[in-house]
């Protein structure tokens, strides 16, 4: 069972139970947690209203050649989407969206929804222009809910960059991947607890971020990760120790690259981290601590390009945004 703030690895959804929101009760319950942040007004905009939910819908298919193409997209506030699509460099046959925002990041009473669907066949990369941040709360919180779909066949990167969490925020995302029959995805998440440069290491309230993994034949893993300072040191023995940022890649699909992408990862200076199988062959889960955000980003790109050359037969292409 998945314990307060601890990144956790199950099969099966967790129970918990009861929590208060100052962290004094003996077991966690995120859930209840944050239907408590939700019921506390937001005096410049309730939550839900005009400009504080926002929603993505991004749908990919192959054509008659065998490319992907974006059919089907639909964006509001904070979402953007540049205009051209881009093919991949070294996979042609992919296509390639950078979602941008022209806000400052997430505010409280934020709720956002993101719908990503890869056709049978289709194969695409999904990526944010930029940081995304989770900024400081006084009431109420933050969520988004994402649903990631890939059809028979289809392979999917949904590789946002860093979300950075400032002092006071309280954040809940919780992922949802569908995964048809010998489809793959590669999911990343790297976070950051708050601008360190400032010393805000974890001065954020709550994060909690859940990635559930289903299949044909129902869920095959569920992964969750509750951060809550006041509650825990999240720096504690068995937990992050030193370390400040936390990098997690979920490659689905693909589970007999568990010991090629751990080469990969422990290998990399200033960084712990490494690979494991999955429950219920699931794929492989990576994951990376460090003390700065690119570190770890560097650790998780070798683990993706690892990935990509086994299953696509070529390397990850040169980072644009850099």
Known sequence: MATDEQPTTESAPASSGADDQDGTAAASNPTAAFEAYQTEPVPQAAAGSTGKEGELSLTFAADSDGRTRLVKDFATVPFHLPGG?????????????????????????????????????????VTTQSATKVLRMERNCARTDVRLTVEDGGYLEYLPEPTILYPDA?????????????????????????????????????????????????????????????????QSAGMMGDHRVLGTLYVIGEGGLSDRLHERVAAVDGVRGGATVLPNEAGVLVRALGALPGTVAN??????????????????????KD
């Open 85 to 125: 699509l881009t093919h991949d460099e070294q996979v042609p046959d992919l296509a390639t969206v950078y979602v941008q925002s022209p806000t400052g990041g997430i505010a409280q009473g934020d709720r956002h929804e993101i719908d990503v669907t890869v056709g049978t066949d289709a194969s695409a990369h």
């Open 299 to 320: 650790a998780l790109d070798l683990a993706w390009d690892g990935t990509r050359r086994a299953v696509l037969g070529a390397g990850s292409p040169p980072r644009r």
């Open 170 to 234: 309280r954040y809940r995302q919780e992922t949802t991947l569908t995964v048809g029959a010998d489809a793959s995805a590669v999911v990343g998440e790297i976070v950051v607890p708050g601008r360190l440069a400032r010393g805000e290491a974890f001065d954020f309230e709550r994060l909690y971020s859940r990635l559930t993994v289903e299949g044909p034949d129902g869920v095959m893993v569920q992964d969750t990760t509750d951060l809550h300072p006041a509650a825990r040191d999240p």
